[in-house]
């Protein structure tokens, strides 16, 4: 059973930092590109951050400089730093793992999200 928990948000001031987790479960996390979403009121969804199976990393313009992506394979985990926050950072933050398979088959799967919200 494929799992994707998301945790660590909560509320920050502006400027303030919150490190996000996403611990999963249920397939080959390291074969796997991890991705952060976010999603506010009213808005669509917006990627945020990308690490791959090998370790690049992809950033927004909102949030380049100021978030870090990172993965530890060893506790199928991965995680978002999230520096110097705006009040624009607020949204929920969803996890994604996404992978080709066989013939490109596609494989996606997503966390419930945790709601990040930056206010003074």
């Known amino acids: 059973q494929v799992q994707l928990v998301e945790s660590g948000g909560g509320l920050a001031q502006p400027g303030g930092s919150l490190r996000l987790s996403c611990a999963a479960s249920g397939f080959t996390f390291s074969s796997y590109t991890m991705n952060w979403y976010r999603q506010a009121p009213g808005k669509e969804r917006e990627l945020v951050a990308v690490i791959t199976s090998g370790g690049s990393t992809y950033y927004a313009d909102s949030v380049k400089g100021r978030f870090t992506i990172s993965r530890d394979s060893a506790k199928n985990t991965v995680y978002l730093q999230m520096n110097s926050l705006k009040l624009e950072d607020t949204a929920v933050y969803l996890c994604?793992?996404?992978?080709?398979?066989?013939?490109?088959?596609?494989?996606?799967?997503w966390g419930q999200g945790t709601q990040v919200t930056v206010s003074s």
């Open positions: 994604n793992a996404d992978a080709r398979g066989v013939g490109g088959k596609r494989y996606s799967y």
